[in-house]
């Protein structure tokens, strides 16, 4: 049997926060009130049970006849086997109401990282985001399995037993519903510090995954450096925070649930001393006394099977905050261009293009004006930070320019569908992923139903047919977990291959910063000659030798461009070229390296 209705909400809640818990259900509302009518009837039952097992020993001890006290007994039975039965299902349809909720939370957060990537995943800290997906998702179980269902039946429930002893008599409801009043008051006046620890405690697990995901991703270096006490003394700093917030928000739990027994003992005891008093002035029969003090428990049960769920509440809406405001993030480059040009993606033009990262931040790209003609290879160099990676991230759209306008083949790229941008332009990044499967997998990830042929003569125009080669397995040779088998040169090849497969008019490729050794160089630099047949290639290049072969170089410095031309004439023209190429000159040849020109 199927509990749930097929997803209605592709990609979660458009706004984020608190609310969203909420508005998440509106998709599930049939198995929701299912879980609230199993958990009315399993705590109902309960109240039920307990009352009528008082009304038994009252009319045992008042001597009713045996007939009737064994007619009461199996009537107790039967509810209590029916509390049972309650329990059990509703235990069943509330987790599986929590647990298809959250696999359908984890299906949008991972929409939102396909959304939110690169340009803002980028700037996020990868154990952040895992701990989103996984952790403070299944801090949300207790809100879909426990809070609301419990919150349902306090609300239909806890009025009941006080009108029941209402009716018995008008005191002995408002003996109950003073202390009661206060139970109920104890966890708002503590919210606030609830939301505050729940919040120290998520954002201490966060900050846990960082630290503990830069170990495992840093660990070579760390060995290698010497710096295992260092970052042990961090992990430890970060556990150690992690269990004081934790201790913190226990103490508060604990006292919740101190003054929730408190008060509970308070209801009971007010109401039985009404009904002794009520009974001496007889103003009650003495049989409802075990009966009063049943129905003021009956009063408490619900209220307090809904704070011990409450008790973490802080943590469930900081969980909530983390993840539907991931869910509910815009995209960096929202994906509402319309066009899919069939022709050749043509050049790109840049017309007084300006980009920050941040709202208020430094300018990392000014006043860029710039043509990218088709079929040209074009070397962007520049100082380190002088805005060669943020330019090609431009072309790649994971950001859009924060003034200006960029376009390829004529069309703003915000008016191209993503699918289309990237069927034109593929990228080599400097720092190429491989995923833990085999070469022809990691080759072919961009055109899975690539012909093999084609394969091949990627590989071989990427330089790559000899690694594959020698490799034990060939192209089924697994290349272990971020290409580890591989050399860096070799995996920057693969990832050539991979790109060149696509059969992208445009490519983009960020040169690794990285000494490769002679001949892994010469091997990419073969490659690149390859790629740039009959495509537009955009190099970041750092090293002399590509952009020797470039026809036309880009001199980036502090975000402007301040050279565009070939390498004699920049050589001659322009200064800050010549102190670049002198600099590279000198770590590349060890030979007297060309003296800048002064411009006229
Ligand atoms: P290059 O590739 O030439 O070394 P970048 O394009 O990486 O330079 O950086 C240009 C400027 O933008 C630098 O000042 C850098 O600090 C800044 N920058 C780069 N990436 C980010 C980012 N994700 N967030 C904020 N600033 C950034």
Redesign the pocket.
């Known amino acids: 049997m199927s509990l749930h209705r097929s997803e209605v909400m592709p990609d979660g809640p458009a706004a984020g926060g608190v609310r969203a818990l909420a508005v998440v259900l509106r998709t599930q509302l049939r198995p929701f009130l299912l879980s609230c009518a199993c958990g009315l009837a399993n705590q109902g039952l309960q109240i039920a049970a307990t009352v009528l097992g008082a009304y038994l020993v009252a009319a045992a001890v008042t001597g009713a006849d045996p007939a009737q006290l064994w007619l009461l007994g199996g009537l107790v039975l039967g509810l209590v086997a029916l509390r049972g039965l309650a329990s059990w299902w509703e235990a069943y349809v509330s987790h599986a109401l929590a647990f298809f909720v959250l696999a359908q939370v984890r299906g949008w957060l991972y929409r939102a990282f396909v959304r939110l990537a690169p340009g803002k995943l980028?700037?996020r800290r990868s154990g952040d985001l895992v701990t989103r997906a996984m952790a403070d998702s299944e801090g949300l179980e207790m809100f879909y399995a426990h809070t609301l269902i419990y919150l349902v039946v306090a609300v239909v429930l806890t009025p009941l037993p006080l009108v029941a002893l209402a009716v018995l008599h008008p005191a002995l409801a408002v003996a109950a519903a003073v202390p009661l009043a206060l139970l109920c008051s104890a966890p708002f006046a503590l919210r606030r510090v609830n939301f505050r620890h729940g919040a120290a405690v998520r954002a201490q697990v966060a900050e846990v995954g960082n630290q503990v995901s830069d170990v495992v991703g840093g660990l070579r270096e760390i060995v290698v450096l010497d710096r295992e006490g260092r970052h042990r003394e961090r992990v430890r700093a970060a556990t150690s925070q992690l269990a004081a917030a934790h201790l913190r928000q226990g103490v508060r739990a604990g006292l919740e649930s101190a003054s929730n027994q408190v008060l509970v003992a308070a209801t009971l005891l007010a109401t039985l001393i009404t009904a002794a008093f009520l009974v001496s002035g007889g103003q009650l029969e003495a049989r409802w006394l075990p009966v009063a003090a049943m129905l003021a428990a009956g009063a408490t049960a619900p209220v307090v099977t809904l704070f011990e769920a409450t008790k973490v509440w802080g943590i469930t809406t900081a969980s909530a905050e983390r993840v539907f405001s991931l869910v509910a993030e815009p995209a960096a480059t929202p994906d509402t261009g319309t066009l899919s040009p069939t022709r050749a993606a043509g050049g790109y033009e840049l017309h007084d293009v300006w980009f920050r990262?941040?709202e208020d931040?430094?300018w990392?790209?000014r006043e860029v004006d710039l043509s990218l003609r088709p079929g040209e290879l074009v070397a962007?160099v520049?100082?380190?930070?002088?805005?060669?990676?943020?330019?090609?991230?431009l072309l790649l759209r994971f950001f859009d320019p924060t003034r200006g306008q960029l376009t390829l083949g004529g069309h703003d790229l915000r008016e191209l569908t993503q699918q289309r941008l990237h069927e034109l332009v593929a990228f080599v990044p400097q720092d190429v992923f491989l995923f833990q499967e085999s070469v022809w997998w990691n080759v072919t990830l961009g055109r899975p139903d690539a012909d093999p042929a084609a394969v091949h003569a990627a590989l071989a125009a990427a330089q790559a047919a000899e690694v594959v080669a020698e490799l034990p397995d060939g192209t089924d040779t697994l290349v272990g977990e971020r290409g580890a088998r591989l050399s860096g040169g070799e995996r920057q090849r693969l990832a050539v291959a991979r790109a060149l497969l696509r059969e992208t008019p445009v490519l983009v490729l960020d040169e690794p910063v990285s000494q490769l050794d002679t001949i892994s160089e010469r091997r990419l630099r073969d490659a690149l000659d390859a790629a740039r047949s009959d495509r537009t290639v955009v190099v970041?290049a750092h090293r002399l030798s590509t952009i020797l072969r470039a026809d036309r170089v880009v001199v980036?410095d502090r975000?402007r461009v301040v050279g565009d031309g070939t390498h004699p004439d920049l050589l001659r023209d322009c200064p800050e070229y010549a102190r670049l190429v002198a600099a590279q000159w000198s770590l590349e040849l060890p030979v007297t390296p060309p003296q800048p020109c002064q411009r006229e």
């Open positions: 980028l700037r990262y941040d931040g430094p990392a790209l962007l520049g100082h380190s930070g002088a805005g060669k990676s943020t330019l090609a991230h970041v980036l975000g």
